[in-house]
Every structure is written in structure tokens, then in C-alpha cells.
């Protein structure tokens, strides 16, 4: 890896499309894995081609975390098949590993060693001397935005600055693919608008990704395409502008007052689709002029008009209660 290749140019962010000819990066064929009498993933197939950003959406449980481990070769499937750059996994692992970086659900960063200290460590996993990785670092730092953090202990760091130090720690081995278990969870809104655009500038360079996550903001942002699973089975895939056009529509007219269900009758013919949860009422419309026109001006509700977005679709698929 070069200076050059980690430039820090934060509007680098132009992407050659994701490449539809050459083999997949990753790829996931009917895979399935049990914990004792639990399945976890049930028959998941699905691939990332090079240069693209995949997601891997679905509620707490539903065996992302699961599956990252089976592709990177930490654990192994019940049934199915993987590939990782090309290589069978978990035979090949080890050599798929070499061209793969990963930021794992929770930091494992060393809290004994400064920011410097551990990209050095980290490195020597991969065989990189220290004149090699003294050359490299200043520009992990500089992509990191850690430059005057180097000699901080991982202690001293914010959770942003410990996601983006683990994001650096990734990136010693120059990997094609970078895997990531929800990136961003935990971080305050300013911190997660830079992994972001982090993120985007390695696209821009031509990486794949792979990444799980809660923030459907998050996915829409970044993804070309995504799926959502639900006990480790797929229940949609797809680009999220058609997932939200083919799920949802196009508008969503979000309506709060004091009886949900008596207005929800009062617009029922206004309306493709509604919901009631709690005090609000959601109606799903292509014209939302009708319902505009019945709401306006009333004293007992208030109401936001917004275009559908991708949580209106995860909500739809995976149902609006909590799942814990
Ligand atoms: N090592 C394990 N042993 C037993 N059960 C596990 C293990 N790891 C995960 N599970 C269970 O598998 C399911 C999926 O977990 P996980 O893949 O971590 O989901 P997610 O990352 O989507 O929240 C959960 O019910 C979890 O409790
Ligand atoms: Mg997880």
C-alpha cells in the first residue's frame, strides 16, 4: 500500500460501478449452522460482487454476527458452501484472510498499547516488518484521523476514535475486502457521519464491503445492495431504492393524535396501506394529497409528510414490535 493509495481526500468519493463480469468476492450458497437445537443461519445464500457495498440487515438475534464468522473461517457451517476472494472457506481461510480486513462487532483494540503501538502489532500478524509499518502508519493515522492521538493509549480514545483506530487496524494488509459487524453502533451522530464517509472513500478506491447493521440511514446511505434476514433466513434482497419502492411506495404520511383507529378508519379509503402502533397512525400513499387535504388544520392531530425510506421497509418485513 501507498501514501498515495490512503489520500485522505474526503471528496474522492466518485465509484466505478461494482464489477458484474468477474467472480463474486463473496459468496454464500445454501449455508446453514445450528447452536445446540437453535438454527441460527437456515439456507443463506447470497454475493457480493468486487467494488460493491453489500449490508447485512435484521433484528438482534438474527444470526449476522454468525454469519461474518463463517466467512472469515472462525467458525464453520453446518452445511452449504463459502468463498472469500475466490478461496473455499473454512479450508482456505487462512489465504483468503491475507486479502481480507475486518472490524469485528466490538473492538478488540490492546488497551496496554498506545494508537501507534497497536497498528504495529497488528501488522506483524501479516508479516509486515517494522520499517514497513513505520512507513505505513502515518498515513493509517492520517486516514483514522488520529495523527495527534498516536501516542494516546487505546484508554484515552472516544468510541469513534476506537471504531476509526479499528477501522486504520484493518487496513495494514491493503485487503480487497473489508468485513464489518456493525461499524457505527454506539457512536454519537458526528462520529458515525465519518466512518461514513470513511467508508466512501474506500469505496471510491475500489474496495468491496461487507457490513452488518442496525442504522437503516446507515444502509441506505452506503449499500448498493443489501438483505434482511430474520432467523437466519433472507426474507428480501435487493438495491435499497427498489426495495423501498416495491416494499413501502413512495410517500408516508405519519399521523399523531389522540384516536389512531377512528381516523384510521376516516382515511382507510384514501390509502394503499396503514398501520396503527401506539399513537400513531402510518398511511402508506402514492397520492397523499386526499389525506393532506382531510388532516390540514386540524386542532386534535399532528402529522408529518416524508418520502418512504428503508426503515419503513424493515419495520413491514421484521414487524414494528421489539424484539430482544
Ligand atoms: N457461540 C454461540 N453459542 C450458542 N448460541 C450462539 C452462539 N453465537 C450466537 N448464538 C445465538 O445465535 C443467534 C444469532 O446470533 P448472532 O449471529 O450473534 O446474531 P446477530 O449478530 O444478528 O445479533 C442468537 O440467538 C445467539 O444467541
Ligand atoms: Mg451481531
Excluded at 469485528?104 to 494508537?115: A, E, H, I, M, S
Excluded at 454506539?186 to 467508508?199: F, K, M, S, V
Excluded at 411506495?249 to 394503499?272: M, Q, R, T
Amino acid at each position: 500500500m501507498t501514501d498515495q493509495t490512503l489520500q485522505t481526500n474526503s471528496h474522492a468519493t466518485s465509484r466505478l460501478a461494482p464489477d458484474e463480469r468477474s467472480e463474486p468476492a463473496i459468496e454464500f450458497n445454501e449455508v446453514r449452522k445450528h447452536y445446540g437445537a437453535r438454527i441460527v443461519v437456515d439456507g443463506l445464500s447470497f454475493d457480493v460482487r468486487p467494488g460493491e457495498c453489500f449490508g447485512l440487515l435484521g433484528p438482534n438475534g438474527a444470526g449476522k454476527t454468525t454469519t461474518l464468522k463463517m466467512l472469515l473461517g472462525i467458525t464453520s457451517p453446518d452445511s452449504g458452501a463459502i468463498r472469500l476472494v475466490g478461496e473455499p472457506v473454512p479450508a482456505r481461510a487462512r489465504f483468503a484472510r491475507e486479502r481480507v480486513g475486518v472490524v469485528p462487532q466490538f473492538d478488540n483494540l490492546d488497551p496496554d498499547f498506545t494508537v501507534r503501538e497497536n497498528l504495529i502489532v497488528f501488522g506483524r500478524y501479516f508479516g509486515l516488518t517494522g520499517a514497513r509499518m513505520n512507513a505505513l502508519v502515518p498515513s493509517l493515522l492520517e486516514f483514522a484521523r488520529l495523527e495527534s492521538k498516536a501516542d494516546a493509549r487505546v484508554g484515552e480514545l472516544s468510541g469513534g476514535m476506537k471504531r476509526r483506530l479499528t477501522l486504520a487496524r484493518a487496513l495494514v494488509n491493503d485487503p480487497d475486502v473489508l468485513v464489518m459487524d456493525e461499524p457505527t453502533t454506539g457512536l454519537d451522530p458526528q462520529a458515525r457521519h465519518l466512518i461514513w464517509e470513511r467508508l466512501r472513500s474506500l469505496l471510491a478506491r475500489g474496495k468491496t464491503i461487507l457490513l452488518t447493521t442496525h442504522f437503516m440511514e446507515e444502509a441506505e446511505r452506503l449499500c448498493d445492495r443489501l438483505c434482511v434476514i430474520e432467523e437466519g433466513r433472507k426474507i428480501a434482497e435487493g438495491r435499497p431504492r427498489d426495495l423501498i419502492e416495491s416494499v413501502i411506495g413512495s410517500d408516508v404520511i405519519e399521523i399523531y393524535g389522540p384516536d389512531p383507529k377512528s381516523l384510521a378508519a376516516e382515511l382507510a379509503p384514501f390509502v394503499e396501506r396503514m398501520e396503527v402502533s401506539g399513537e400513531t397512525l402510518f398511511c402508506y400513499v402514492d397520492d397523499p394529497q386526499p389525506v393532506h387535504a382531510r388532516v390540514k388544520g386540524r386542532a386534535d392531530v399532528r402529522y408529518l409528510h416524508r418520502p418512504a425510506n428503508l426503515e419503513d421497509v424493515f419495520l413491514r418485513l421484521t414487524g414494528r414490535e421489539m424484539v430482544d
